[in-house]
């Protein structure tokens, strides 16, 4: 059966009394607010991303708390900029489940942040969701008991649908790589090497840079010389948008399939028209001003005009799934404590979410809520991201 969100605090207070619950639990704390943590890069290039990310959690809190809010409380929003670093993301992780008491952690915004963040949540058994990391080591951590989980994209499926991508539109035969010197970077490698090798497949060369690399030129030359037909392409805004000004400086025209790096701010304004040549991967786009979510996306915040003002709606639509994911397991466990949260992930299902309704998104075996069927392909055009023409 689904879980319904819409109970009201007459309801839950009475249910509760009845079972002699309340006299255990001190009055004020039955009124205070659940807290729900954000750990994200909100300053700094992935900074849009981590815009969007608190736009779809906002969103999604007022959806629940006008509903009246989860086991009679209201959700209640703690973020912390990680600015992309590991060591910060992990410090505050820290600080808000051991200062701020949140029942849960979303966010994670880069791979490295996330994987910094893991050993802490399940140390310390709460759940920490993430809307946008997809390094797929992740959520598949090797703990007995995971607290990881996930709606977003995963860099293993990805990594097959983007080689699937290269072969069947452009007839790549002998695609190179070009990724950042990361986690993520290593994640994908292994991810693209596994979906070649399933083909029979060989590669033009494996290259790496890093954030900051203003010419990435040596390394592209490497791979055209060993006749790479096509490129994978690993790396957020900036970076990803050095290799758009290379292959310009090159001259060389060749078909590019990436991870969804790109999504995460104004690419196009970073590497020049050449930019709306690289096709990525998304799990959620806007195409209809009339959308629901959009509609209140705009009533909230007045500066977002039209479909080109959100980047990423990706972003928006995951942080916002997530949200009522958890909201649906806590009320499902009747408690804001970790293992009980956890176990009651297992359970939920008709959470009708922007993606799509959930059904058992989550199993001790699985916990990433999307697959391959929930991805598109997609490209700016002037400034927006636009789902690609079949």
Same mark, same amino acid.
């Given at each position: 059966m689904p879980v319904r969100l819409n109970l009201t605090r007459r309801t839950v207070m009475a249910g509760a009394a009845a079972l002699g619950l309340l006299s255990a639990v001190p009055a004020a704390a039955q009124e205070d607010p659940i807290k729900i943590g954000?750990?994200?890069a909100l300053s700094g290039q992935s900074a849009k991303s981590g815009e969007a990310i608190t736009r779809g959690i906002m969103l999604a809190l007022d959806k629940i708390n006008g /509903? *009246? *809010?989860v086991l009679g409380r209201q959700l209640e929003l703690v973020s912390r900029d990680d600015e992309s670093?590991? *060591?910060k993301g992990l410090v505050a992780a820290r600080e808000l489940v051991q200062r701020e008491g949140v029942a849960a952690l979303i966010g994670g915004l880069d791979t490295p942040v996330s994987l910094a963040i893991?050993? !802490?949540?399940? /140390? &310390?058994?709460?759940? !920490?969701?993430g809307p946008w990391a997809a390094g797929t080591p992740i959520t598949k951590n090797g703990a007995e008991e995971n607290y990881v989980f996930r709606v977003s994209a995963v860099d293993e499926i990805v990594d097959e649908a983007i080689t699937e991508y290269l072969v069947t539109k452009y007839g790549a035969k002998k695609p190179g790589m070009i990724l950042i010197n990361n986690p993520w970077g290593e994640s994908n490698e292994k991810g693209l090497l596994k979906a070649l090798d399933a083909r029979g497949m060989e590669h033009a060369g494996i290259e790496k840079f890093e954030s900051n690399d203003v010419d990435v030129v040596p390394q592209l030359t490497r791979l055209k010389e060993n006749g790479a037909d096509g490129l994978f392409m690993v790396a957020n805004v900036a970076p990803s948008a050095q290799v758009v000004k290379s292959l310009d400086k090159m001259g060389w025209d060749v078909p590019i399939a990436s991870h969804w790096g790109p999504a995460g701010g104004r690419f196009t304004e970073l590497a020049g028209v050449s930019g709306e040549k690289v096709h990525f991967i998304q799990t959620f786009l806007f195409t209809d001003p /009339?959308?629901?979510l959009f509609v209140k996306l705009q009533e909230m915040f007045p500066e977002i005009e039209t479909l080109a003002d959100v980047t990423p709606a990706t972003g928006i639509a995951n942080a916002y799934d997530s949200v009522l994911l958890? &909201?649906?397991?806590? /009320? &499902? &466990? *009747?408690s804001t404590e970790g293992p009980a949260i956890r176990e009651a992930m297992y359970g939920i299902s008709g959470v009708e979410g922007v993606i799509k309704t959930y059904d058992t998104p989550f199993t001790p075996d699985n916990q990433d809520a999307l697959g391959p069927n929930d991805y598109l392909f997609s490209q700016f055009v002037d400034g927006q991201i636009i789902p690609l023409a079949d």
């Open positions: 954000l750990v994200a /509903e *009246g *809010g670093n590991p *060591g893991v050993p !802490f949540a399940n /140390e &310390a058994k709460v759940p !920490f969701i /009339e959308h629901p958890l &909201a649906a397991a806590i /009320e &499902a &466990a *009747g």
